[in-house]
């Protein structure tokens, strides 16, 4: 078998575009239409994978040609085994990661299918906190940050429309020159809900930078 190579924004990623052409399939397009849109869907898929071996590739080109919706969903299926886990975190793992935070709300770890996530977010609703973890540059990092619920918004993180929260996370850079209690926050909407927007997340790019900012 393969080394699973597929991380989960891809196959979010995978999942949309393909469901496109899928669409476009079932809804009878123009046979011009239908290869524009598979076109661009490879293009797009192909570009989300920085290195692809040629076994790799071809896994994931096996949508094009494809027209009915049960090969449709026989390819989502068969990629399913390829799905990248996200790093195993522990319990001991995340208090050391909020160190000054002495009654840390851990979420459930035996319930998130790490396979599916491409960042591990919780809330805890006590203290109005949300926290995110995250593999960055080949380092497990956390941050945490108020959220004040809104009404529906779009997430900066995943693009969806649905509820959001403003997340303002304090960074930790100050100026040379700054006083003791300086401090800045960078703020963002983003889902409440950290499975819906995993589910969701084709692009970790804004999600990388946001952390960055935050750390440095």
Not at 5 to 15: E, G, P, S, T, V
Not at 119 to 134: E, H, P, R, S
């Amino acid at each position: 078998m393969q080394t699973p190579f597929i991380r989960n924004h891809q196959y979010n990623l995978i999942k949309k575009l393909v469901g496109k052409l899928q669409h476009a399939c079932n809804n009878g397009a123009d046979p011009k239409v239908i290869e524009a849109v598979e076109f661009s869907a490879l293009t797009a898929i192909l570009d989300s994978f920085p290195e692809l071996t040629h076994s790799q590739k071809e896994m994931v080109e096996k949508f094009v040609g494809m027209r009915k919706s049960e090969e449709f969903q026989q390819y989502f299926l068969s990629l399913e085994s390829y799905l990248e886990a996200f790093s195993e975190v522990t319990g001991k793992q995340l208090m050391k990661l909020f160190p000054k935070i002495k009654k840390l709300k851990t979420p459930n770890l035996s319930a998130v299918d790490l396979h599916k996530i491409s960042y591990l977010g919780w809330v805890d609703i006590a203290t109005q906190k949300l926290f995110i973890v995250y593999h960055l540059n080949g380092k497990t990092v956390g941050i945490q940050g108020r959220y004040t619920p809104a009404s529906k918004g779009v997430c900066f993180l995943c693009n969806g429309i649905g509820d959001v929260a403003l997340f303002s996370a304090v960074t930790k850079s100050k100026p040379a020159n700054a006083s003791s209690d300086y401090y800045k926050a960078i703020g963002n909407y983003m889902c409440v809900d950290s499975h819906t927007c995993n589910k969701k997340i084709t692009d970790v790019t804004v999600l990388e930078k946001f952390l960055h900012d935050v750390l440095h």
